[in-house]
C-alpha cells in the first residue's frame, strides 16, 4: 500500500526501483544481494512487511521471518554494499497507556505480535549499523492505498457504499497518516540526509468512531449507523494499544510542512469513487 504512494511522490531527480515481491524476496538474502548487483542502490527504502494485525497475531513466526528477519537481511546487505537504509516502523511498538502522542526516545512495550515484530527489525537494524547513518520513521494508522487499500477509512467506505451497520472502537485513538504524505516526508528527510529515528503522521488525535463520522461527512453520507463501542467488543484476534499516536515535532522543527489528518483525508477520499446502494 505505501510502495505506490513512494513511487507517486518519488522526486524527478530520484531514479526510483521498485522490484516486486516475486523478485525481491526478504526472507531470501541471495536474491537481495542479486538486486544490488543488478542495480546498485545507494539508499533503499524497505517498505516490505507484515502489517495485518491480526494476521501476526496468528502467525508470529511468519511475522517474525519477514518483519524482523527479513529487516536484518535487508539491512546487512545494504551495509555490506554501503548503501544508507530507511526502515519503516510503526507506532504499534509502544503500550497505549500514554496520555499524550509518543516521541520518538519513548520506552517501546508492544502488546502485540506485529508491534513486538517490527521493533525487533528496529533493533536488527541498530546492531547492523552499529557504527554508520540509518533511518528509522515511524509511522501509523494508514490510510490512500486506492483500490489497494484495505485499512479502516477504505473498509468504512466500502460499508458506507453497501449502507452497513458500523462498528467502531470509541476507545482506540491514532494519528492518521496518508501514505502520499509520508512519502513526502521520507523523501524530505532524504534530501536534508537526517538519520536515527524520527515520526511521521498527519497532525491530530482521534478515535476510530470519531474518524467514522469524518469519513462520511467527507463523502456527504448523511445517513448511516454509527454503533461505537469498546475495541473488546470488537472481537480482534491481537490486542490494540489504546492510543497509537505519534508526536511529529522533531520533524517538523526541521521545517517540514505538515498538515492535519482532517485535510489530508479529505483530499484522498475528493480523489475516490463512491456510490452507495440504491436498496
Known amino acids: 500500500m505505501a510502495a505506490s504512494a513512494f513511487i507517486k511522490e518519488c522526486p524527478p531527480d530520484i531514479k526510483l526501483i521498485a522490484p516486486p515481491e516475486n523478485i525481491l524476496d526478504v526472507t531470501d538474502k541471495t536474491r537481495i544481494q542479486d538486486v544490488f548487483d543488478k542495480y546498485q ?31 536484518l537481511n535487508v539491512g546487512q546487505v545494504c551495509k555490506q554494499n554501503n548503501a544508507f537504509m530507511v526502515y519503516l516502523s510503526t507506532g504499534s511498538i509502544f503500550n497505549g497507556e500514554s496520555k499524550e502522542p509518543y516521541f520518538e526516545d519513548a520506552k517501546p512495550a508492544p502488546v502485540n505480535i506485529y508491534g513486538h515484530s517490527k521493533y525487533q527489525g528496529e533493533l536488527c537494524l541498530r546492531t547492523v549499523f552499529r557504527n554508520s547513518p540509518y533511518l528509522i520513521v515511524r509511522s501509523c494508522w494508514f490510510f490512500g492505498g486506492d483500490e489497494k487499500d484495505k485499512k479502516f477509512v477504505q473498509q468504512i467506505k466500502e460499508k458506507l457504499e453497501k449502507k452497513l451497520p458500523i462498528y467502531a472502537a470509541k476507545d482506540l485513538r491514532g494519528t492518521p497518516t496518508y501514505t502520499r504524505d509520508l512519502a513526502k516526508a521520507v523523501y524530505y528527510m532524504l534530501s536534508r540526509s537526517l538519520d536515527g529515528v524520527y515520526h511521521f503522521a498527519n497532525q491530530g488525535v482521534v478515535s476510530r468512531s470519531e474518524m467514522v463520522q469524518v469519513i462520511a461527512d467527507n463523502l456527504r453520507v448523511s445517513r448511516y449507523e454509527l454503533i461505537p463501542v469498546n475495541s473488546y467488543d470488537l472481537n480482534l484476534l491481537a490486542p490494540r494499544p489504546s492510543l497509537e499516536a505519534l508526536n511529529c515535532r522533531k520533524l517538523e522543527k526541521t521545517g517540514f510542512d505538515n498538515r492535519p489528518w482532517t485535510d489530508a483525508l479529505k483530499e484522498y477520499l475528493g480523489n475516490c469513487q463512491f456510490s452507495q446502494n440504491k436498496t
Open 41 to 71: 542502490p545507494r539508499v533503499v527504502i524497505h517498505l516490505a512487511a507484515l502489517t495485518d494485525v491480526d494476521y501476526c497475531e496468528e502467525h508470529p513466526s511468519e511475522a517474525l521471518l519477514v518483519n524482523a528477519k527479513g529487516t
